[in-house]
């Protein structure tokens, strides 16, 4: 039933089709989608057009219109994190011509590992004096790895190459863009995270990490690991594990 949740962000990037983002102050011109204009291998099929791009392409537009109108997923409140884990499994489940049993565990899996990244960082913590303090900067980057996850199990990595591409997502997502999301108005179309990059950069890094590229190997780790890169507080490193082989995390999807 949960991953069935998650699996119904397919029909919200069919109903982002056509619309805008957020309110728009005047009417505008239909504009092409530009990773459309860019062409390439007709690898992997944009949802609702029928077009056909590179995977990586794919996973952009399609992560981007499963996170239009917001109605998606939520792991305890963090992150939509189905927006760029169901698009990029579909397009590199297709490049690679996997079964849908074999997508479904992509998914089921790249949820998983990205919403324990998430649920690790502490975007808030009471102090001493028994206050709320609050992380200084915010933002929905690190799900990405639930991209590179889903597309990485799709290709085939080996433990090593997988990370390898950890290491590459690391490098290559975007930075934390929340916190100032909705202090102007009208509010950009860039919302929270720019979720179309969040699923490229996963499925780019899965392809590189499959033909040899290298990344840093303790992108995750220590005290100058990736929650420092997020703006967090700090990290919880236990739920990196907690209750590992016992439940999803897909499970908490409300």
């Not at 390439?40 to 029928?50: E, F, I, K, S, Y």
């Not at 219109?65 to 917001?70: M, P």
């Not at 999301?181 to 990490?209: D, H, N, Q």
Request: charged content about 15%.
């Amino acid at each position: 039933e949960h991953l069935r949740r998650a699996l119904a962000r397919r029909g919200h990037a069919a109903a982002g089709v056509g619309v805008d983002v957020v309110p728009q102050p005047r009417p505008r011109e239909p504009q092409p989608v530009p990773a459309a204009v860019q062409g390439g291998a007709p690898q992997a099929t944009v949802l609702a057009t029928g077009e056909r791009l590179p995977a990586a392409s794919a996973a952009y537009v399609n992560s981007h219109l499963a996170n239009a109108i917001d109605a998606e997923d939520t792991l305890t409140y963090t992150a939509h994190i189905a927006a760029c884990t169901v698009p990029p499994a579909l397009a590199i489940g297709e490049l690679m011509g996997k079964s849908g049993a074999e997508v479904l565990a992509a998914i089921a899996v790249g949820y998983d590992v990205a919403g324990r990244i998430g649920l690790s960082q502490q975007g808030l913590r009471i102090d001493e004096a028994g206050e709320l303090k609050f992380a200084p900067v915010t933002g929905y980057s690190y799900a990405a790895f639930a991209a590179t996850v889903a597309a990485g199990r799709l290709v085939d990595l080996d433990a090593d190459k997988m990370l390898y591409a950890f290491g590459i997502t690391a490098a290559t997502l975007p930075l934390p863009s929340a916190t100032t999301f909705g202090l102007a108005l009208p509010r950009p179309m860039t919302k929270y995270a720019m979720y179309g990059t969040l699923g490229e950069v996963g499925v780019t890094a899965a392809l590189l990490a499959k033909e040899g590229f290298t990344g840093e190997l303790s992108a995750l780790d220590g005290d100058k690991g990736l929650w420092r890169t997020m703006g967090a507080l700090g990290c919880n490193t236990q739920a990196f594990t907690e209750r590992l082989g016992q439940g999803w995390r897909v499970g908490g999807v409300v």
